[in-house]
């Protein structure tokens, strides 16, 4: 039967580290309804990483650190964090329909046209996925450099 890993660290962790493991198994209590949107990254010695979605609330989060920082020790039953850092958590991009890049690329070749130099060296590249996907490449770039 499947068990959590919580389960099994404290056969892991050495007995002095076992506080960081309460953290992690307590991060519910203390961060309450924000627990879903600041994750902790990591538990130092003296200090935590908490990763969060957005900036801004990382901001919030900063002015609060103080009492962050007093419910994490008081959930693990002494003051062993002094330190807490935020970092921002990259943001997940929705999922396109594959044809819809493939669409906008081809838009992109059509409007950008190539020099005949330009043409003349992709023309030496004998794979023709590796030349559709140079010369899709660099009108990407040249489109960018216009704006």
């Known amino acids: 039967m499947a068990q959590h890993i919580l389960s099994h660290l404290h056969k892991i962790l050495p007995q002095e580290q076992s506080w960081k493991m309460q953290i992690l198994r307590d991060w519910h209590t203390i961060m309450g309804p924000l627990s879903r949107k600041v994750l902790l ?3 130092d010695d003296h200090a ?23 419910k994490i020790n008081e959930a693990i039953g002494h003051e ?4 807490i850092h935020f970092r921002t958590m990259a943001q997940r991009k929705a999922v396109t329909p ?3 890049p493939v669409k906008k690329e081809v838009a992109i070749i059509e409007k950008i046209k190539l020099s ?18 140079l010369a899709e490449f660099y009108a990407t770039c040249k489109e960018r450099t216009r704006t």
């Open 48 to 70: 935590v990483v908490l990763a969060v979605a957005h900036p801004g609330l990382a901001q919030e989060l900063l002015m609060l650190s103080d009492l962050i920082r007093s």
């Open 98 to 100: 594959l044809t819809s």
């Open 80 to 83: 062993a964090i002094t330190t």
């Open 41 to 43: 990254q990591r538990v």
């Open 116 to 133: 005949t130099a330009e043409e003349k060296q992709l023309s030496t590249i004998t794979n023709k996925e590796l030349r559709n996907a």
